[in-house]
């Protein structure tokens, strides 16, 4: 037990909101987007006057989204980089822009993977597929983002618990979402004690990608300490996470009402939202819906008349985070360089400021409205008995008819991909697909019968992931993908392991030999030797790395170079 006093954080933090009704480091990371650093005296003034903060702490927050800075004077085109839009040729759209001498900045995903490729320009506004190829003939005739149609969506579940709100068009406003049901749930909970809410989260069998949620609930909550915090996460420094950006620019409120019922199912007082500072038109709707709902008493201080006081703020992402791993997220919440820490504790015991945390991806938050105001019926009558409830997969553009579909768990993957989605776009065979993002799992054509349910894909040394489905054509330029995923290793990695840090700097130094080697006649001993060698690489990653991103990520990669090595390695003239 922590002594009294020690562990509290300070009164106020620089992500934090004041009162609830905006986040100052929002406001940074919006001037940062559109002017050159260092920051000049009078904006730092500006800005400290608006959000209430000392200067040094304007500067510091500003070095912190220094990637995201305009140069020249002119403010950069945030360019996507994920896998989806690297497939759809993201890479020389980069570069083909920066031959027409305009600042571009790459980002790890926009949210746009069922339209890919996708930028932003400098007004925040959003141009996909064939618009962002051809950006230089379109450029300001774009929409909003938020003008944007809805991907194709639909639910195969009776019951769909995460789109719900988004198969209605959405419900950005506090007026829509009160129409739709939103903040029921959170009336029922503030009626009972948070033991019913953690009650009910555990008889639901509510799971994510890594199986059941209740045990990681429960430990926070029984851990002895005088607050703890609740952090929503937007699948930070991962690509193929479309449904977040869609909750968080159009079901907001339903991501807020979430993050309060977990926090009274664990006893937080506080909440954060962890978004990626790449999706601006997400934040500005959720900090709009922070607003809303403290302003009706739905958040903040004696919610609906109660006892219980409820604060959240938001957190723009800019830095390495592991992928999303749950402890580099803390890390940089605290203003410390994002890396992952050795457990135990987990987070659950001493996480943020060395108090219990609990960690959700958007997805499972977005259901607990449901689960407080319906029980948990819903769940336990669809998916499987080790696997209550659905799942969304978003599927990219690499398919016939890409979108994001609600499914139970225990949906067959092929069913998925043949009839669901129609298999690739343009009647183009698929050799292969992405499953869960870099992290997940790589399945060739003969894999595809597979049961989406996490706990049997963990015991078949699968992985779930983030629940995107990228598809890989027999056109797909196969060196650059491998080249993509070493530099998202490269780019996402916190350092602070060797064998995460420099694996894929060998991986490449590896490559280049084999490289050569295809150039001549090569004997069957050299490929023997070179897949060993590989082989040596990715196993010292796995073992050695410190948390589950440098462990997963090898896996992949290394079914890629199997599956594809001839592609990859082909002797040239």
Same mark, same amino acid.
């Given at each position: 037990?922590?002594?009294?006093?020690?562990?509290?954080?300070?009164?106020?933090?620089? &992500?934090?909101?004041?009162?609830?009704? @905006?986040?100052?480091?929002? $406001?940074?990371?919006?001037?940062?987007?559109k002017?050159s650093?260092?920051?000049? %005296?009078?904006?730092?003034?500006?800005l400290?006057a608006?959000?209430?903060?000392?200067?040094?702490?304007?500067?510091?927050?500003?070095?912190?989204?220094r990637s995201?800075?305009?140069?020249e004077?002119?403010?950069?085109?945030?360019?996507?980089?994920g896998?989806?839009?690297?497939?759809?040729?993201?890479?020389? =759209?980069r /570069?083909a822009?920066?031959?027409?001498?305009?600042?571009?900045?790459?980002v790890?995903?926009?949210?746009?993977?069922d339209?890919?490729?996708a930028?932003l %320009?400098?007004?925040?506004?959003a141009?996909t @597929?064939?618009?962002?190829?051809?950006?230089?003939?379109?450029?300001g005739?774009?929409?909003?983002?938020l003008g944007?149609?809805?991907?194709?969506m639909e639910?195969l579940?009776?019951?769909?618990?995460?789109?719900?709100?988004?198969?209605?068009?959405?419900?950005?406003?506090?007026?829509?979402?009160?129409?739709?049901?939103?903040?029921?749930?959170?009336?029922?909970?503030l009626?009972?004690? @948070?033991?019913?809410?953690?009650d009910?989260v555990?008889a639901?069998?509510?799971?994510?990608?890594?199986?059941?949620?209740?045990?990681? &609930?429960?430990?926070?909550?029984?851990?002895?300490?005088?607050?703890?915090?609740?952090?929503?996460?937007?699948?930070a420094?991962?690509?193929g996470?479309?449904? /977040?950006?869609l909750?968080?620019?159009?079901?907001p409120?339903?991501?807020l009402?979430?993050?309060?019922?977990?926090?009274?199912a $664990?006893?937080?007082?506080?909440?954060?939202? *962890?978004?990626?500072? /790449?999706?601006?038109?997400a934040? !500005?709707?959720?900090?709009?819906?922070?607003?809303?709902?403290?302003?009706?008493?739905?958040?903040?201080?004696?919610?609906?008349?109660?006892?219980?006081s409820?604060q $959240?703020?938001?957190?723009?992402?800019?830095?390495?985070?592991?992928?999303g791993?749950?402890?580099?997220?803390?890390?940089a919440?605290?203003?410390?360089r994002g890396?992952?820490?050795?457990?135990?504790?987990?987070?659950?015991?001493?996480?943020?400021?060395?108090?219990?945390?609990?960690?959700e991806?958007?997805?499972?938050?977005?259901?607990?409205?449901?689960l407080?105001? %319906?029980?948990?019926?819903?769940?336990?009558?669809?998916?499987?008995?080790?696997?209550?409830?659905?799942?969304?997969?978003?599927?990219? !553009?690499g +398919?016939?008819?890409?979108?994001?579909v609600?499914?139970p768990h225990?949906?067959?993957?092929?069913d998925?991909?043949?009839?669901?989605?129609?298999?690739?776009?343009?009647?183009?065979?698929?050799?292969?697909?992405? =499953?869960?993002g870099?992290?997940?799992?790589?399945?060739?054509?003969?894999? &595809?019968?597979?049961?989406?349910c996490?706990?049997?894909?963990?015991?078949?040394?699968?992985?779930?992931?983030? @629940?995107? =489905?990228?598809a890989?054509?027999?056109?797909?330029d196969?060196? /650059?993908? =491998?080249?993509?995923?070493l530099e998202y290793?490269?780019?996402?990695?916190?350092?602070?392991?060797?064998p995460?840090?420099l694996?894929?700097?060998?991986?490449?130094?590896?490559a280049?030999?084999?490289?050569?080697?295809a150039?001549? %006649?090569?004997?069957?001993?050299?490929?023997?030797?070179?897949?060993?060698?590989?082989e040596t690489?990715?196993?010292t990653?796995?073992?050695?790395?410190l948390?589950?991103?440098?462990?997963?990520?090898p896996?992949?990669?290394?079914?890629?170079?199997d599956? *594809?090595w001839?592609r990859? +390695?082909?002797?040239?003239?």
């Amino acid at each position: 037990m922590f002594s009294e006093g020690s562990h509290l954080p300070p009164p106020v933090h620089y &992500w934090q909101d004041h009162r609830g009704l @905006g986040s100052p480091l929002a $406001v940074i990371s919006r001037h940062v987007r559109k002017h050159s650093l260092p920051l000049p %005296d009078r904006a730092v003034a500006e800005l400290a006057a608006r959000t209430g903060l000392l200067d040094s702490t304007i500067r510091r927050a500003a070095d912190y989204y220094r990637s995201m800075a305009a140069r020249e004077d002119h403010p950069p085109l945030m360019v996507c980089q994920g896998t989806a839009c690297r497939l759809a040729g993201s890479g020389k =759209l980069r /570069d083909a822009l920066e031959k027409r001498k305009l600042t571009c900045h790459g980002v790890a995903c926009l949210g746009y993977c069922d339209a890919a490729p996708a930028l932003l %320009d400098e007004r925040d506004a959003a141009y996909t @597929g064939e618009a962002a190829s051809e950006f230089h003939e379109h450029r300001g005739f774009s929409q909003s983002i938020l003008g944007h149609p809805l991907p194709r969506m639909e639910s195969l579940s009776a019951t769909p618990l995460i789109l719900p709100r988004l198969l209605q068009g959405g419900a950005a406003t506090l007026k829509e979402a009160l129409s739709m049901g939103v903040y029921e749930g959170l009336r029922s909970a503030l009626q009972q004690p @948070g033991q019913v809410m953690l009650d009910l989260v555990a008889a639901s069998g509510l799971s994510g990608s890594q199986g059941r949620v209740a045990p990681r &609930w429960q430990t926070c909550a029984a851990t002895d300490a005088v607050d703890r915090y609740v952090i929503g996460h937007a699948h930070a420094g991962t690509s193929g996470a479309v449904v /977040d950006r869609l909750l968080l620019e159009r079901d907001p409120h339903s991501v807020l009402e979430g993050l309060a019922l977990a926090a009274r199912a $664990v006893g937080a007082s506080h909440g954060i939202l *962890f978004i990626p500072a /790449d999706y601006p038109q997400a934040l !500005q709707q959720t900090e709009a819906a922070i607003r809303e709902a403290t302003a009706a008493n739905l958040l903040g201080r004696k919610i609906l008349k109660s006892h219980w006081s409820f604060q $959240v703020s938001l957190f723009p992402g800019a830095a390495r985070c592991a992928g999303g791993e749950a402890t580099a997220l803390i890390d940089a919440i605290e203003t410390l360089r994002g890396q992952a820490r050795p457990q135990p504790p987990a987070p659950e015991v001493a996480g943020l400021h060395r108090l219990p945390t609990l960690v959700e991806p958007l997805e499972t938050l977005v259901q607990l409205g449901t689960l407080a105001k %319906d029980g948990s019926a819903a769940w336990t009558a669809q998916g499987t008995a080790e696997c209550p409830g659905t799942r969304v997969f978003c599927l990219n !553009q690499g +398919f016939a008819h890409p979108g994001l579909v609600e499914v139970p768990h225990g949906h067959n993957l092929r069913d998925l991909i043949e009839n669901w989605a129609g298999g690739g776009a343009m009647g183009s065979p698929l050799e292969a697909l992405i =499953l869960g993002g870099l992290g997940g799992s790589l399945l060739g054509p003969g894999e &595809w019968d597979l049961t989406l349910c996490p706990s049997r894909m963990t015991a078949s040394g699968l992985r779930l992931g983030n @629940g995107s =489905l990228v598809a890989i054509a027999q056109t797909a330029d196969h060196r /650059d993908v =491998l080249s993509h995923f070493l530099e998202y290793m490269d780019g996402e990695s916190c350092g602070k392991c060797t064998p995460c840090r420099l694996g894929p700097a060998g991986v490449v130094t590896l490559a280049a030999r084999y490289e050569r080697l295809a150039r001549v %006649d090569r004997k069957p001993r050299d490929a023997t030797r070179a897949r060993r060698d590989l082989e040596t690489l990715f196993h010292t990653m796995e073992l050695g790395s410190l948390c589950s991103f440098g462990q997963d990520l090898p896996g992949p990669m290394r079914r890629f170079i199997d599956l *594809f090595w001839d592609r990859i +390695f082909t002797k040239t003239s």
